[in-house]
């Protein structure tokens, strides 16, 4: 006799069970999102190029942002770097919404007159919310246009009241390893650390970053927050922030102690500069489709009025 039992098979066994998690999830909030939406969101939320998330919106900064035309969400919250949730491009989107976002908090420290430690609502309360199109250009030759929604991290540093001390400033991440595969791994050394100059980290263009495209930021492209820093490769651009440290000596970043010769502390954007293992003079727009030509990378990510003055006189062969 035969029975069915043997012939089924969970869909937790097709599938890694976290990949199959986070697409259960995905369809959860996709049922929610169209039980509210009335039957006319039914194909909507069905559609993978529609936002989902909390609502999170922001008037658009001009100023600060490129009239090209943004990616796709797919695009930007599917093809990720990540790397305490693996190194392929779709582990983050697979294992980031098991990170655990409440309660969140960010201690700030250092070389500052009013060290404090904020929690995520205060933070997003701290200045007024903008939204940013940015290009992001990562040290893979890709790149995106991205709508991040946050104001400048200058904001927040003010509050701090830095010391004459304060040449520097140091990000450090979330690392919670249970839920973070690549963590296990060991694939860089952990946290996750990088910094930047402190008259980088005030520039306007310096972003602290709590949404994209009109959402809280998705898990991962670094809930609650982030910074982003435009002319800078991608690597430069913190994700999911803990801790903010002001101090005089520059900070060795996970990348420079993973690989010295090939990620300097600058990290700007230079196609005159090659990665030591591949070039870095054009890139790949991400859904510009297989056979779009490539564009050619400009200084400073296309930023060079607004910041190339912040290194007059420096060697950027040197200070890559
Ligand atoms: N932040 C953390 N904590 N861990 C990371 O692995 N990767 C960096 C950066 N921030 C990374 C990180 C790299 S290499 C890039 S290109 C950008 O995040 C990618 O951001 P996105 O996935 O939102 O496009």
Same mark, same amino acid.
């Given at each position: 006799?035969?029975?069915?039992?043997?012939?089924?098979?969970?869909?937790?066994?097709?599938?890694?069970?976290?990949?199959?998690?986070?697409?259960?999830?995905?369809?959860?909030?996709?049922?929610?999102?169209?039980?509210?939406? =009335?039957?006319?969101?039914?194909?909507?939320?069905?559609?993978?190029?529609?936002?989902?998330?909390?609502?999170?919106?922001?008037?658009?900064?001009?100023?600060?942002?490129?009239?090209?035309?943004?990616?796709?969400w797919?695009?930007?919250?599917?093809?990720?770097?990540?790397?305490?949730? =693996?190194?392929?491009?779709?582990?983050?989107?697979?294992?980031?919404?098991?990170?655990?976002?409440?309660?969140?908090?960010?201690k700030?420290?250092?070389?500052?007159?009013?060290?404090?430690?904020?929690?995520?609502?205060?933070?997003r309360?701290?200045?007024?919310?903008?939204?940013?199109?940015?290009?992001?250009?990562?040290?893979?030759?890709?790149?995106?246009?991205i709508? %991040?929604? !946050?104001?400048?991290?200058?904001?927040?540093?003010?509050?701090?009241?830095?010391?004459?001390?304060?040449?520097?400033?140091?990000?450090?991440?979330?690392?919670?390893?249970?839920?973070?595969?690549?963590?296990?791994?060991?694939?860089?050394? %952990?946290?996750?650390?990088?910094?930047?100059?402190?008259?980088?980290?005030?520039?306007?263009?310096?972003?602290?970053?709590?949404?994209?495209?009109?959402?809280?930021?998705?898990?991962?492209? /670094?809930?609650?927050?982030?910074?982003?820093?435009?002319?800078?490769? /991608?690597?430069?651009?913190?994700?999911?922030l803990?801790?903010?440290?002001?101090?005089?000596?520059?900070?060795?970043?996970? %990348?420079?102690?993973?690989?010295?010769?090939?990620? /300097?502390?600058?990290?700007?954007?230079?196609?005159?500069?090659?990665?030591?293992?591949?070039?870095?003079?054009?890139?790949?727009?991400?859904?510009? !489709?297989?056979?779009?030509?490539?564009?050619?990378?400009?200084?400073?990510?296309?930023?060079?009025?607004?910041?190339?003055?912040?290194?007059?006189?420096?060697?950027?062969?040197?200070?890559f």
């Open positions: 006799m035969r029975t069915t039992q043997g012939s089924f098979i969970p869909p937790s066994e097709i599938t890694p069970e976290s990949v199959w998690i986070g697409r259960r999830r995905w369809l959860q909030q996709a049922a929610l999102g169209s039980l509210a939406l =009335g039957a006319a969101g039914l194909a909507r939320a069905a559609d993978d190029e529609s936002p989902v998330g909390p609502v999170l919106k922001a008037p658009l900064d001009a100023r600060w942002s490129t009239t090209e035309k943004p990616n796709g797919r695009d930007i919250t599917t093809y990720n770097n990540f790397y305490e949730f =693996g190194t392929g491009k779709g582990d983050p989107s697979a294992h980031a919404g098991r990170m655990a976002l409440q309660p969140w908090a960010v700030i420290d250092g070389a500052v007159q009013h060290p404090m430690t904020l929690d995520i609502d205060d933070l309360r701290l200045a007024p919310l903008e939204e940013r199109i940015y290009r992001l250009r990562c040290v893979e030759a890709w790149s995106m246009v709508p %991040w929604i !946050g104001y400048s991290l200058s904001h927040l540093l003010k509050q701090v009241g830095p010391t004459p001390d304060a040449r520097y400033v140091v990000f450090t991440t979330a690392l919670q390893p249970d839920v973070m595969p690549g963590v296990r791994q060991g694939i860089l050394d %952990w946290p996750y650390t990088e910094g930047l100059r402190m008259d980088e980290a005030m520039h306007p263009l310096t972003l602290l970053t709590f949404g994209v495209y009109g959402r809280e930021l998705p898990a991962q492209n /670094g809930a609650p927050l982030r910074v982003i820093v435009p002319w800078k490769y /991608g690597f430069k651009s913190a994700k999911s803990v801790h903010i440290r002001l101090q005089s000596e520059p900070p060795v970043t996970s %990348w420079m102690r993973a690989a010295p010769r090939e990620y /300097g502390f600058y990290a700007n954007v230079n196609p005159a500069v090659p990665h030591p293992r591949w070039s870095q003079a054009t890139e790949q727009r991400i859904g510009s !489709g297989f056979f779009a030509p490539r564009l050619q990378t400009r200084p400073f990510n296309g930023y060079a009025d607004e910041v190339a003055a912040l290194y007059a006189g420096m060697d950027l062969r040197q200070n």
